[in-house]
Structure formats: C-alpha cells, structure tokens
C-alpha cells in the first residue's frame, strides 16, 4: 500500500495539533512570564525524519546567560512514540543541521566540540560521534549523495588557492589565517563591495562546495575559483541550497552572481560534475533569484524556487518544474498562488509537493500536485516551518505561535499529529500567556490593515491600560502567528502593558501588491495604516491614551526615527538599529540592491525618493523621549545611523539614551546581552509609560 499526505489526514492533523497545544497552553496559568522563564526556554529547531519515517532528529539548544553563551545537542525520538526521546549527542559545544544517511543508520552533523566547526557522524544503533572533516577553514552545511557513499559540504576559503590539491590548499589556507591572527597590523585592505555582510568580515574568502567520501578521506574543492557558490543572504536561502543529482553523479546548487554580487539579486542554479570540470548555469534564462535545487524522489523531476523580478529581494517566490533530463522549459505550479513559497518537500510519490507560506499573519502548511491544481491550505493555525517527509508518508515539521515557543510536530498517515519535543510543555503550564486577538482595521485608502492584540496577564477590560506598539522590521515581514526569542510579545504584555503588532503596508503574506506598497512610500500609507491603528487602539475602552509607547527594530526602529518627526501620540519611542539617514545608509550598508528597490535607484540618480522619508530631514520637530539601541557589528544598518539620532536628539535637548553592544549586529544574540537589554527597554519604557490598569 502506497503512503501519502491527503488533505482529510493533515486536516484531521491539524485539529490534533489544536487539541495538544491548547492542552499545554492552559487558559488560566499559575502567572505571567518573566525573564529567568524566557531564558529557561528550550529553543528547537532543524527536525529532520528518518528516510523511513520512523524517527526524527532535531536540535535542542538551551542559553547560560552566566557564561553568556548557548549550547545545542541532538535528541531523536520514534515517530510511532513508541520509546521516550532520547538525547543523541552529549556536548556543552554547539551540534546542529542533522542530516539523515540514505539508509537512515547514521546521523550527519556539524559541531564545535572540536574548537571548531566540522563535520561530524554518529550512529544511531550507539557510539561515540566520530568527526569526518578537519579542514582549516571549517566545514558546515553537510549533504549526503543518494547512495550514502559521498558528502558534500560548504566551506570558507581563501580563492587564491583553491586551484591547488586539497592538502597543499589547506595548508596554505591555514597559513594565512595563522598569519593574520598573529600579525599586530588588523588593517584591511578591500578593492570590491560585499567585504563585510550581516555581521561578520569576508576577509576575501569565498564560500565553496566540497565532496569527500562518507566514511571519511581527503575532501575536493568543486567550485574553485574567485566567487561564491552558495548563498551568502538567509534572504535567498530556503535550507540546503545544495543536492545530487539521483545518480550521485552532479551536485547542483544555488550561486550569487557572479558579477555585481552587492546590488544584484540574479542567483542562479548551477550544476557541476561530482568527478571535477566545469560547472553550468541552468536557469541563466531569469534575470532574478532561482534557489532551492530539489528532484523528485522518482528521479524524473528537478523542482525549485523562482522570483521574476530582478532586484526584488522581497518579490514572490513561486514554485517551478522542469524534467530532470533537460529539453523543456520549467513550469510555475503557483503563478496564480498569491503567496511567496518558502521551503518545500517532495510528496513521496514524485506527484505533489507539500510546502509553506505566509498567509494572513500565520504559515499554513499547503499542498499541490505536479499536474497543477490550485494550491490547497491544510494545516492552519500558527507558524510551520523546517518540513520533512519520510518515505512512508509521515511530515515531520516545527510548530509554534505567539503562545507557545518552536517544538517538532510530526503527522502520520492516520491524521495523527504528535508534539515529539514536548521540551517547553512542563514549564508552560505554569504560566499564563494570554491568548491573541486578530483585528481587522481600516488603513489607507480603507485597505484593511490586521493587527494582533495581546492584552496583559490579569487583564482588567474595566481599568485604564497603556499600550506597547510593536513594529516590525523588514519592512517586508510580518508579525504572524509565531515565537520569537528576539522580540517576544508575550514578555512585554507581561510587564503590564496591552501589546498591538500591526500589519501595515509591506507586511508580507497578505498578497504581493500590498507587499509592494511600501517601496518608495515608506513614510506614506505605511504610516497612515500604523496612524489607523493607533485610532484603533484609542477607541477602546480599556485603553489608556496618555500611555503609548512604540517600539521597533530594523524598518520598525526606522519608523521609530519617522514617528519622532511626525506624530506626538506616544509618550516614548524605542529605537532598535533603525535608519535614520537614507544617504548614509545606502553608503554603508552591505546589500545594495536592497536600497536601490527601495528607492528606484542609487541616491546620485533619485534624490526625490531619498530625501522625501528620511528621519533626519525632520530633526527640528523631534521632542518625544527616545531609547536607542545600536550595534558595531551591525552591517545591515550600520551603527552610524543611531549615532547620528542619539546626536540629533542630544542637541536637541530632548531625553535620550544609547545602547550600544561593540559584539553585537543587528540583533542582540548573546544571552547576558539579551539580558542587559530587556532590563534597559523595560526599565525605560516603564519610566515614560507606567505599566498596569488604573
């Protein structure tokens, strides 16, 4: 008998799923949640099931915020619940992205439990993990060819020798780090862009594909040469960006660019002969991003993602075809599905897909056959992600929502969905976390614009509350149905506040066109809709008017630096790595093309559109007390942009306070500093805006 996902047993699934969470999320908990709760958290991730369907791996990390450091170990469980999960790996290091061998007897991960990051191996039948790679310049991402014989693998290298044999090659890689760590000069000299991204300095390495036999040996450098051959932005990455063929003979992979890397978003797949040679471009035809290589488990298909429009990091990503033997062009199956794809799986009968997507402030689980019905959502409810599906069937995914933080899901053919983690089930019983409200405002034009509501622990309707106005970054995001450990909604409704997440213009997973509307208009609709829901807010009974704060990182710190200029309904603003200038912006951030959509072009060739929304052309209105929060190592926004607001504000007379973390980017990560800047955002949003009903 043939097993596959039907759309009656993921249903019956997701009412499953409702059934368990609603029974580890209790309405009336013992008390709100705190910071030493949060911190306590397990955070899960990366589930990956066995070929057969019977287990699933995933990692556990846990923080110490003494050391100010996490660790992350593997833990495997039965998908029938037959046996109690168990721990895989013992480590205080970090193991992550465990990969399955083809006969599901050995598990494949990386890890730093050898003071660097490598490749490691352990069977489940018992025994110590053994490490497969000690290349100098570390190893992660790890696949495995179809046969189980061969593993590829991304590493950083110095281009200059990747033309050598390995072991001359990594000698010399080795060598000029060793001369770098130990040379007094830390100069850096750089002759292109792109050389810094996110948070970290490129240093003139290049990321590269490696094979190496599975049982261990000497690795070969596929991709050798002056460029890239993986995605260097999460933004065109939907998991592995790299697969073998069915025959082991090519690996085929997602590349940026080869030319323009900064401002041009045309990734490409390529493929290249496992045995060595010249690797191709196969989707050289699209000016945009292709990614995400995956063939059908019959071997007949070679499926992948596709945007159309080129230098449009946020333009939907559809879902494309083509026969795995060449000779016809690719298919879209979703070019009438008006939601962006994000990873997907093979069905196991190579006739469909199962996939996720962001979809009115959630990520449904969807599915669509290869002969290219509508798209049909049929797991709904919070946020899915990391799928996937064992040969007889079974999907293995994370689940989680703004109540409940990431555990692995697993659904069987019988409809049955299981929470195989239950890592968080004990400690959120304990506590009270108040269930959302979606609301449905009127926003520019009469758009209706969503929101969640998230009213406090102890919840009075007949009191007076103040209000903390979260916005999100992106802009092209959303605040959906989910968990963040970053920006958690459920800690600060616990501080004593009613906590909105708007969805303005831009917000992603409510229909291309409105993710649309916020290029170019950044201060336009965008903030007319957040202006609505203010009113909102305003409206009802329970809220108290002269309590507003608002917060926000990224675009949402950006629109902390617009609000400052053009609204006086909030009694305090919380900044997180927003922009402040658009000039010095576009000159110091990482990833040009971003910029450049945005505003129609470099600011040399469109000066209307830079200077039209720039916070800093309103200074001279500025008066509303602001909390700043920016990071060295942030390159995304560079930590300049809040330098300049603090100043501005400072000579201004207006009250003001910088944060700044010199190991940070553009997210506070570390566990002691996630800490210190809870503490400073609560401390002085209660200051301006004092907490709890009156």
């Known amino acids: 008998m043939q097993h596959n996902l039907t759309l009656s047993a993921i249903t019956s699934a997701f009412l499953a799923i409702v059934l368990v969470h609603n029974m580890i999320t209790p309405a009336s908990a013992a008390r709100p949640i705190t910071l030493d709760d949060f911190f306590a958290l397990a955070r899960v991730s990366e589930p990956q099931i066995s070929p057969d369907g019977r287990n699933v791996v995933y990692v556990v990390t846990t923080v110490d915020r003494v050391k100010n450091s996490s660790s992350s170990t593997l833990w495997i469980a039965p998908t029938d619940g037959s046996a109690p999960r168990r721990q895989l790996t013992n480590t205080t290091a970090k193991d992550r992205h465990p990969r399955f061998s083809p006969d599901g007897r050995r598990v494949l991960f990386e890890s730093t439990r050898s003071g660097q990051q490598q490749l490691w191996v352990i069977d489940l039948d018992g025994g110590e993990a053994r490490q497969l790679t000690t290349i100098s310049t570390e190893a992660g991402g790890g696949v495995w060819s179809p046969d189980g014989k061969q593993i590829a693998f991304i590493s950083a290298v110095f281009p200059e020798f990747s033309d050598k044999p390995f072991a001359e090659s990594d000698a010399a890689n080795k060598q000029k780090l060793d001369d770098q760590q130990k040379n007094p000069v830390k100069a850096r000299v750089v002759t292109r862009l792109f050389y810094r991204h996110w948070d970290s300095w490129v240093d003139g390495k290049r990321q590269h594909l490696f094979v190496m036999p599975a049982d261990g040996g000497e690795p070969r450098d596929l991709t050798p040469g002056d460029r890239d051959a993986t995605p260097t932005s999460s933004t065109f990455s939907a998991g592995d960006e790299m697969t073998f063929s069915p025959d082991g003979k090519y690996l085929y992979y997602t590349a940026p660019p080869e030319k ?3 401002w041009s978003t045309n990734h490409d797949i390529w493929r290249v002969p496992v045995a060595g040679g010249a690797a191709e471009n196969l989707t050289v035809a699209n000016p945009a ?4 290589p995956r063939f059908s488990p019959d071997g007949r ?3 992948y993602r596709a945007q159309r429009r080129a230098g449009y990091e946020a333009d939907r990503w559809e879902l494309m075809v083509a026969p795995a033997s060449g000779g016809a062009a690719a298919k879209s199956l979703t070019a009438n599905f008006d939601r962006s794809v994000e990873a997907f799986v093979w069905r196991p009968d190579s006739q469909g897909f199962v996939f996720t997507a ?7 689980i969807f599915t669509v056959r290869l002969s290219g019905e509508k798209p049909q959502r049929v797991v709904t409810g919070g946020s899915h992600s990391a799928l996937s599906v064992g040969s007889d069937g079974r999907l293995a995914c994370t689940r989680a929502s703004l109540t409940s933080p ?3 899901f697993v659904i069987d053919n019988n409809g049955q969905a299981k929470n195989l983690s239950q890592a968080n089930t004990a400690l959120l019983a304990q506590l009270d976390l108040p269930k959302p409200e979606s609301v449905r405002v009127p926003g520019a034009g009469g758009t209706p614009m969503q929101m969640w509501v998230l009213k406090p622990p102890g919840f009075d309707a007949k009191q007076k509350w103040p209000v903390a106005y979260l916005v999100h970054g992106g802009p092209q995001g959303a605040w959906d149905d989910n968990w963040s450990f970053r920006w958690c909604p459920q800690l600060w409704a616990a501080q004593g506040y009613v906590v909105a997440l708007p969805n303005p213009r831009g917000s992603t997973g409510f229909g291309q066109e409105y993710v649309d509307q916020i290029s170019g208009d950044w201060g336009g609709r965008c903030f007319e809709d957040l202006m609505a829901g203010v009113a909102w807010l305003e ?3 329970y809220i108290d008017r002269h309590r507003l704060a608002a917060a926000g990182a990224s675009f949402g710190g950006y629109m902390m630096n617009w609000f400052a200029g053009h609204t006086d309904k909030f009694q305090t603003l919380i900044c997180h790595c927003g922009v402040y200038n658009f000039d010095s912006m576009y000159a110091t951030t990482d990833e040009l093309w971003f910029d450049e959509w945005e505003h129609g072009g470099p600011p040399w060739g469109n000066r209307e559109s830079y200077e039209k929304f720039s916070p800093h052309r309103f200074a001279e209105r500025f008066k509303t007390p602001m909390l700043i929060i920016h990071n060295d190592l942030d390159f995304r926004v560079p930590v300049d ?11 201004l007379g207006v009250p003001s306070r910088l944060v700044n973390f010199p190991d940070e980017g553009h997210w506070v990560l570390k566990p002691a500093n996630s800490e210190f800047w809870h503490r400073e955002v609560f401390d002085w949003l209660k200051k301006y805006v004092p907490p709890g009903g009156k």
């Open 289 to 292: 991003a292709d990614g995400f």
């Open 260 to 262: 323009d890397e900064a």
């Open 406 to 408: 990431p555990e692995v």
């Open 301 to 303: 298909w070679l499926a």
């Open 539 to 541: 409206n009802q009974p």
């Open 641 to 651: 942009e809040g330098w300049q607001m603090f100043t501005t504000l400072q000579r």
């Open 358 to 364: 962001e979809e009115d402030a959630s990520s449904p």
